[in-house]
């Protein structure tokens, strides 16, 4: 598991590394596939629960969230997000569907909200000053939350003792999470400082120890829908990582934090 756990990532990370780097289209198409592969992760995991939300519908507004930055229409993403809700309630209401209904309309929804509308904030963190300090800051958010969960599975792994959260997630341990925790404040130290990111150390420090603290419960959020639906991964698309929303959860969360953090601090 270790070995194909390592040879993933390094096949895996130079991928992540050049699409943030060249930036658009690259960077939003390698996340409407990592989207697309995500909600059908997701949808399978609601399925397993017994109640099959609507997929094909689900994924394509997913897709369409996703690439709402891109519009120049300033009202797109409130129209994609009130159709999100009202044509799959609107679907299902016309079949004359009730037993379960509720709970597909819910499925549905949930996973354009919790893929697609997250995600899109990656992309608008990209395209902060034009592309040219969002790649920094891309950079910072994906890698600090790399560093945070790779530093914590190997402290746990190695020293882990006490448990943070038996019935969510079994192996994790409290004193993975502070080595998370402390590794995310390295690494954004590290990145932006790489990156010349215009930010204060004390910035820097405090961003850091946010995505510590965020992308970990990002994980135990994705541990607890799969314990929920009965599952152990997203998927083994992965090989030693289990599916894309495995790699997924944390950032989803970190990617809405790191956008306001310099939208409302650091800009």
């Known amino acids: 598991m270790l070995r194909q756990r390592v040879l ?8 992540v590394f050049a699409a943030i780097w060249f930036g658009d289209p690259w960077f939003t198409l390698a996340l409407a596939l990592l989207a697309l592969l995500g909600v059908i992760e997701f ?12 997929v094909i519908f689900g994924a394509l507004w997913t ?19 009130t159709g999100a809700i009202v044509l799959p309630l609107a679907w299902l209401t016309l079949r ?13 929804v949930g996973g354009i909200f919790y893929i697609g509308w997250l995600l899109s904030y990656l992309v608008l963190l990209r395209g ?3 592309g040219s300090d969002g790649r920094g800051w891309v950079m910072l958010a994906i890698f600090t939350t790399f560093a945070c969960d790779t530093t914590a599975y190997f402290v746990g792994r190695a020293w882990g003792r006490h448990r943070m ?20 404040i390295g690494a954004a130290y590290i990145v ?5 990111l215009s930010a204060a150390v004390w910035q820097v420090g405090l961003l850091g120890a946010i ?4 992308s970990q419960i990002g994980d135990l959020s994705e541990s607890m829908i799969k314990r929920s639906a009965g599952i152990k991964d997203a998927s083994h698309l992965i090989p030693g990582h289990g599916g894309v929303l495995d790699r997924l959860d944390s950032i989803l969360l970190v990617g809405v934090v790191v956008y306001y953090y310099v939208w409302l601090i650091a800009r």
């Open 96 to 108: 004359g569907e009730v037993e379960g209904a509720l709970y597909r309309w819910m499925g549905t």
């Open 165 to 184: 959260a038996p019935v969510i997630s079994p192996k994790k341990s409290w004193e993975g999470a502070v080595a998370g925790f402390l590794g995310a």
């Open 128 to 130: 902060i000053g034009g």
């Open 43 to 54: 949808y399978r995991a609601i399925g397993a629960a017994g109640k099959q939300p609507l």
């Open 192 to 196: 932006a400082a790489l990156f010349s």
């Open 63 to 81: 897709l369409a969230v996703l690439a709402s930055p891109h519009c120049p229409f300033p009202q797109t993403l409130p129209i994609l997000l």
């Open 211 to 214: 995505i510590g603290v965020v």
């Open 8 to 15: 993933s990532a390094v096949l895996f990370v130079p991928l």
